[in-house]
Structures are given as C-alpha cells and as structure tokens.
C-alpha cells in the first residue's frame, strides 16, 4: 500500500470513529428508554442494547454497499429510530396483560417484520410516497411522537422526584444534566455538538456521581462476548400491533429521505437525475431491510441517522469507506456486553432529562418540518385537526362501545391516529398543491 493511500485510510478510520460516535449517544439511548418505559429486565435491556449497535453496524455496511437494488451507496449512518419509542411502549403494555415478557416482545418484533416487509414492496414507489407523505403530515406526526413522549418523561421525573429520599441531589443532577446537554448542543463548538447526547450522559453521569445517586454495585457482566441470536424473543404476529406500527414505518420513510437527499447533496451528486432516484429507492429499502434484520436479531426498527451529515459538512468528506470504518466500531461497541452493563447503570434522572430533551428536539423537528410548508389555512387545519382530533379520539374512544374493541385499541393511540387524521385531512381538503421534484 502506498504512503498516500496509508495517509488516506487513517484519515477514513479517525473520522469514521467520529461518525460512530456521533451516532452511538442516540442508538443506545432508544432502546434503552424504550425498555425503561416497558419495565424489562437487566438482561433484557442489555441484550437490546447490545444488539442494537451489532445490527446498527451491519445495517451501515448494507446501506453502504450496494447489493443490486439495495443501498444507498452514500455514507448514511444506520441507527434505531425514535419515532418508534412511544408506539411500542404503549404497543407493550396492552400484550404483557395476556403474554409473558419475551412473548410480548417476540411479538412486536414480528409485527415489526411484517411492516418492513411491506415497506420493502412500498420502495418501488417511492416517488408516489414522497407525495403521500406530505412534510405537513410528518411535521404533524413527529409533534404528536415528541409531545407524547415528552408528557410520559415528564410524568416519570416528577414521580422519581416525589418519591427521592434526597430531592434537593436529585434536582442538581437534573439541572447539570440538563445544561451539560443544552450547553454543548446549541455552543460554538461543532464537533461537541455532534456528540452532544454522549457528552451530556457522562458529564450528568458524573454529577450524579458526586451526589451518590451512582450504584455500580449492579454491574454484572458475565460474558466476555455478546453475539446476537436470531428470534431470541421467540415470534409472533398482532394485526392490531401491525397497524399502529405502520404508519410510524411511512413517518421514519419520510424522514430519511430527507437525510439522504442532504446526504447526497452533501456528496456533490447531483438532485433530481435517475442516479438520485436510484440512491433514494435503495436507501429506503436499506432501511426496510434493515428494520427487518433488527426485527429477526430482537432489537428495534432502524433508520438513516442525521447525525452524521453534520459531520460531512464539518469535514468535507464524504467517503463511503469512512462509514465502514464507523460501521466496523458500531459492531465492536455491540460485542462488548460490558457497555450494555454500563449504560443501565446511568441513573435515572440522567436518562429521564436526557430524553426529555430528546423528545423535545423531536417536537420541534416537526414543527420546523410543518413550518417550512405552512403557506395556508389548509397547513394549519391538517396540523391542528391532526393534533387535536388525535388526542380527542383516543381520550374518548373508550366509551365509544358500538365500535369493535380491536379498533377502539388501534384509536386509543393518540399518535397513530392523530397521524391518520392528518393523513385523510391532507387528502381531501381542497387547494392542495401538487408535489413536485423540487429539493
């Protein structure tokens, strides 16, 4: 190898390393607030957790590659969307009545793979789907996913607090947590705020520390290894689960075509041609693909992390060999069973600010989405019909006894339907402007 394309691999593997770390605060903290919400156990959630980066690492490498029709061939960083957290915790609740733990959890997982088998079909229309899903109805959707998750965070703080032996620690933890995450997201410092949600978890971390809310008494690490099983939750499929998932599939879709059409742009290619087209259908189904992968390993469905197009744009390079490198230490980070150990040892405090501020930034993405097309009253009905007829519904469903109870579940979800209301909205309201190609 020439002393070039030395110089050239290292400066892939150090900012490949920074990609990965860009992107590992956000892929460890979904499936680790998403087991708290559902109550898992320590092995559990560790084996979430773990399993989440292996398969965030693999899926990286296929979105990467391409493989015929499937790939973006840009570097696109995959990860586990949080636009899911809120569905399947609720989705969780209502199995583990009637289903043991790992039942109910090998059940979301195969309804999950039913919704990415079907969005997998749905890519093939990709340019149809970029007109379904309007930025009114996914601004739309990604307030109703923030707002409700940020109404459960802040109920859970507040009962953590009341029932805190020391609430004035408790409180100082919050409060550093809090602005160790704001400071170092919204500072001057760019590269800090690529890993903002990894630094604020630390430094809270730490704080609590101080304050003796640290117990790493809890620490158990068994395995020197972690290796991911296939359906280690068994399987199962809920048509009821199906259709609360698959709207949140067609909202995360949206999503990443805008990260990829910013990571194309952010590569130099050109928008609009039929290489673009190409890219965009590819990268869609790397993350039906991938969500399908994650669902048959028992972690939860990825996504094309925004994460790191900051970094490209720091950087300026976009070389897809960078995201192998990121790739490759995802996958390292994921068989090391002791990080998942270590992760559940953060305190609660530090995890409930961090996601509270998480699911805040999710809220005000959609609004920022909803903002740059609200032109008319006709935006502002599909986004206050949506927001509010969602969480009527579903705050009255129940004594709506005529209804089948199958669907009174599916409408008790203030999310799915507050989008599906949105969704017919957008639909039949007239003086809807037609979609075109235009970035």
């Not at 156990?41 to 292996?54: D, E, K, M, N, R």
Request: with cysteine; net charge neutral.
């Amino acid at each position: 190898m020439s002393d070039e394309a030395l110089k050239l691999s290292g400066q892939s593997f150090l900012l490949g390393s920074q990609h990965a770390l860009a992107a590992v605060g956000g892929i460890i903290a979904a499936p680790l607030i998403i087991a708290m919400g559902m109550g898992l156990s320590a092995s559990q959630t560790s084996y979430l957790i773990s399993a989440a980066l292996v398969i965030s690492g693999l899926a990286t490498v296929l979105q990467i590659v391409q493989i015929g029709p499937l790939g973006s061939g840009l570097l696109s960083l995959q990860g586990t969307s949080f636009a899911f957290v809120g569905p399947l915790i609720f989705l969780y609740h209502g199995l583990v009545e009637t289903h043991s733990s790992d039942a109910a959890l090998g059940i979301l997982f195969g309804s999950a793979l039913v919704c990415a088998g079907v969005m997998i079909l749905l890519t093939t229309f990709v340019k149809t789907l970029r007109q379904l899903i309007t930025s009114n109805v996914s601004g739309l959707t990604l307030v109703l996913i923030g707002g409700s998750l940020m109404e459960t965070t802040a109920r859970s703080l507040f009962e953590t607090y009341t029932s805190a032996a020391a609430p004035g620690p408790f409180l100082w933890v919050c409060g550093i947590t809090l602005v160790a995450l704001l400071g170092l997201s919204l500072g001057p410092w760019p590269r800090l705020r690529m890993v903002s949600i990894l630094a604020g978890l630390v430094l809270g971390t730490l704080a609590a520390s101080f304050f003796g809310w640290l117990d790493g008494a809890s620490l158990n690490v068994a395995n020197a290894l972690f290796l991911p099983k296939l359906m280690p939750f068994g399987f199962g499929i809920d048509w009821m689960v199906v259709v609360i998932l698959f709207p949140i599939f067609l909202v995360s879709a949206t999503e990443s075509i805008g990260d990829l059409t910013a990571t194309n742009a952010l590569s130099g290619h050109p928008y609009g041609d039929a290489a673009y087209w190409r890219r965009l259908r590819g990268g869609l189904m790397g993350d039906a693909v991938n969500s399908g992968l994650a669902s048959v390993f028992g972690t939860f469905p990825n996504t094309t992390f925004s994460q790191n197009n900051g970094l490209i744009r720091l950087s300026g390079a976009s070389r897809p060999t960078i995201g192998l490198y990121a790739a490759g230490l995802l996958c390292l980070l994921g068989l090391m069973p002791v990080l998942a150990e270590v992760i559940q040892v953060i305190p609660d405090p530090v995890i409930s600010t961090t996601t509270f501020i998480l699911f805040g930034l999710v809220a005000w993405a959609g609004l920022q989405v909803f903002k740059s097309n609200a032109r008319s009253w006709r935006c502002g009905l599909v986004f206050l019909g949506g927001l509010g007829g969602g969480y009527w519904v579903a705050g009255n469903v129940e004594t709506w006894t005529v209804l089948p109870g199958l669907l009174i579940q599916v409408l008790a979800f203030p999310v799915s339907t507050g989008a599906f209301i949105g969704l017919m909205l957008e639909a039949i309201l007239p003086g809807r402007a037609r979609a075109t190609d235009a970035h």
